[in-house]
């Protein structure tokens, strides 16, 4: 993201705060911290959600996907931002906000990588492109916006479909699973856990070394605690994060895995200490409980114990006889 000022323009936007809600406004100065220098940025959800709305999902601001898309397709409607496929024809969506450098003027502006709607690259200050307000489909933007960034198909270019030789089946051989390490597989956690998907690369190249630091620190601290109680490193870990992380959302708090996860780890390996002492005690109550009575049970069936018992109650019948009830009235 990058640092942008803001001029009272924006205030002086009828159309913007008649129709926009304070989500919606919020949202659209965001934007200009994605976007080049030119106003030019790639359309992604998920990144939207990352970069603007990391916060916001807890009880008092909870920001979805669902939600992003629409307001992104209310600032569509009323044409201040237009959403389109690259010009020069890679599979990337892209979206120009409408007057982006009426207010935003950098100083010293960077030479943008990725193209306006009409295939310009140079910054201009009263760049309004025609096509940009008048010639754009709006049913084709509102397609754009709900994929949501991600291009599923790849159409191939009549140049490809040339030089694109016919593919030969291969047979399937059998390959051996890779077994993943623990901090691989707490890692595959840590992505499901947040929403992200196993397989996003993006995410992967921008943020994994990052957590990969984090956890390491946290299964590194909680490998006494595995070795003491008998437990799986990697399961304890995993406890750990979701215990925590509830706590902090029932507070409505924001976490991070470096920050309030780490802070609060100590008070939490006391209180697993505690719980896992009453568990072991109440295990070996019930463990006594369950040999006695099964003692009791063994001795019951035995032959010996049985013959014992019926002297027993013998001699009680012969010490107290029991009387008639005529015996009673005489």
């Known amino acids: 993201m990058r640092d942008r000022m803001s001029r009272k323009s924006i205030y002086e936007d009828e159309l913007i705060w008649t129709t926009l809600s304070f989500f919606e406004i919020e949202y659209f100065r ?3 911290h994605i976007a080049t220098d030119i106003g030019v940025g790639i359309y992604s959800v998920r990144e939207f959600k990352r970069s603007i709305f990391y916060y916001c999902d807890n009880k008092i601001n909870n920001v979805t996907h669902k939600d992003i898309k629409e307001g992104f397709r209310r600032m569509v409607k009323i044409r201040r931002v237009v959403i389109y496929k690259d010009p020069h024809g890679s599979d990337k969506i892209l979206f120009w906000v409408v007057n ?18 009409d295939g310009s690259f140079k910054y201009d200050k009263d760049f309004v492109p025609a096509t940009a307000l008048k010639e ?5 933007q509102d397609a754009l916006i709900d994929t949501e960034g991600i291009i599923d ?19 399937a051989s059998p390959q051996k699973e890779k077994q993943l390490s623990i901090m691989q597989e707490y890692m595959l956690f840590f992505k499901e856990y947040i929403g992200i998907p196993a397989d996003d ?13 984090d956890a390491t620190n946290l299964i590194k601290y909680l490998q006494d605690a595995a070795g003491k109680t008998g437990t799986n490193v990697l399961d304890l870990a995993k406890q750990s994060t979701r215990e925590i992380v509830k706590s902090l959302k029932n507070k409505s708090l924001s976490w991070s895995l470096q920050g309030a996860v780490m802070k609060a780890l100590p008070e939490w390996k ?15 109550a019930r463990k006594k409980e369950e040999a006695e009575r099964k003692q009791l049970i063994d001795e019951s069936n035995n032959p010996e114990h049985k013959e014992f018992v019926r002297g027993l109650m013998e ?16």
């Not at 001699?315 to 005489?330: E, G, L, M, Q, T």
């Open 30 to 32: 965001g934007l200009w």
């Open 100 to 117: 982006f450098n009426k207010n935003q003027r950098p100083p010293k502006p960077t030479p943008s990588t990725l193209p306006r709607p």
């Open 136 to 140: 754009f489909d709006y049913k084709a």
């Open 153 to 171: 198909t790849y159409e191939a270019k009549p140049e490809d479909q040339k030089s694109r030789k016919p593919e030969k089946k291969k047979t």
């Open 201 to 213: 690369k993006e995410w992967d190249r921008q943020y994994y070394k990052k957590y990969v630091r």
């Open 270 to 284: 006391i209180q697993y200490y505690k719980r896992h002492a009453q568990a072991t005690k109440y295990t070996a």
């Open 315 to 330: 001699d009680y019948r012969k010490k107290h006889p029991i009387r008639s009830k005529n015996n009673d009235k005489k």
